[in-house]
């Protein structure tokens, strides 16, 4: 599942404790003090400048942004939606939802000329951790700009990376310091193991935000008051941060050396929580023979069909599960 294991840091824990007697109403835009640490880590880690309080919106974690998006923005029956070509199912049930058509694949020539009203990117990936480079983000944001469509991208697992250095389409060398059509999503679930808290947060186009926040008003989409302080928190903090890429990292290398040891490829996986992993065939069998070592995966197919070859195999396991499955794919 992918699913964090490890505690959640205590900062957060303490400061989701001092705010607990929170007997009034959240507001939906969220606290100043939220929405400034949202940008004040963006700037800190990424480099993001020049956004306001404005372009910032707390929500109750990144999935029901995401699964919601396309609606609360009046996407509908005629417009398109296009997403990656292995992809996290939610942007498709996304314009589901809004009774949109939608289009998985990686290639800005494929849809012809017709304009998609939102295009999804995801870099690092989920499933394959592929982080993509600078030069492609801003031929990305161009294209979308070029042609009105609203380029959203989930940036997720940007502190979740290990052979190179993703980076995030408000930066201003992708974006060229302007936020004008860009979305971005980011989650405390992986980085701060908040994944129960629900927070997240999504940040960009002052205008898109203000329509978002419009329509979360008269829903109630509202994050606790409690969850907000212990998102400061977590923001403010990068210690606990290094310590569980720390964790993530030793097991990432194990699981790894055991996987090609079994025979395995892995492919990019330079970034995210998963190794994406192949011996080329049917990720069906490959399923079927990881699971008969009582090693659980999640089929590539899952995500697309172009993934019908691979598994996604998450290092989000405790140590002593981790140093199990090393020992199970060692043994054959």
């Keep these: 599942m992918g699913t964090p294991v490890d505690p959640t840091p205590e900062v957060a824990q303490a400061a989701l404790r001092a705010a ?29 400048t020049g956004l306001g309080l404005d372009a910032v919106l707390p929500v109750i974690g990144s999935k029901e942004l995401i699964g919601s998006l396309a609606v609360h923005l009046g996407v509908g029956a005629g417009d398109l939606i296009a997403y990656p070509a292995l992809a996290y199912p939610t942007y498709e049930v996304g314009a589901a939802l809004a009774g949109a058509r939608s289009i998985a694949t990686d290639s800005l020539t494929s849809m012809g000329p017709e304009v998609p009203r939102i295009l999804w990117l995801n870099s690092p990936s989920n499933p394959t951790g592929r982080v993509l480079p600078v030069e492609h983000l801003r031929k990305v944001v161009d294209w979308c700009r070029e042609r009105g469509t609203l380029l959203v991208s989930d940036e997720c697992y940007l502190e979740c990376a290990w052979e190179s250095e993703p980076v995030s ?27 129960g808290y629900r927070c997240a947060f999504v940040a960009g186009d002052p205008a898109v935000v203000g329509e978002l926040l419009a329509v979360r008003k008269n829903l109630g989409l509202q994050m606790p008051g409690p969850q907000q302080h212990a998102m400061v928190a977590a923001l403010d903090d990068d210690e606990h941060v290094a310590v569980q890429h720390a964790r993530y990292a030793a097991r990432r290398t194990a699981l790894r050396a055991a996987l090609e040891g079994a025979g395995f490829r892995i492919d990019h996986s330079e970034a995210s929580l998963y190794l994406w992993s192949t011996r080329d065939e049917d990720c069906w069998e490959t399923v079927a023979w ?13 995500y697309g069909p172009a993934g019908d070859r691979h598994v996604r195999v998450a290092f989000t396991a405790t140590d002593e599960r981790i140093d199990a499955a090393v020992a199970r794919l060692a043994a054959g």
């Design 290 to 302: 990881l699971a008969e070592r009582g090693i659980l995966a999640a089929p590539g197919s899952f």
């Design 169 to 195: 389409v408000l930066h201003p060398d992708v974006c060229g310091g302007s936020s004008e059509g860009i979305l971005t999503v980011h989650s405390l679930s992986k980085r701060s193991n908040l994944a």
């Design 20 to 48: 607990a007697d929170s007997p009034g109403y959240p507001v939906t835009i969220g606290l100043p003090e939220t929405r400034q640490a949202c940008l004040d880590w963006l700037e800190r880690r990424f480099g993001v």
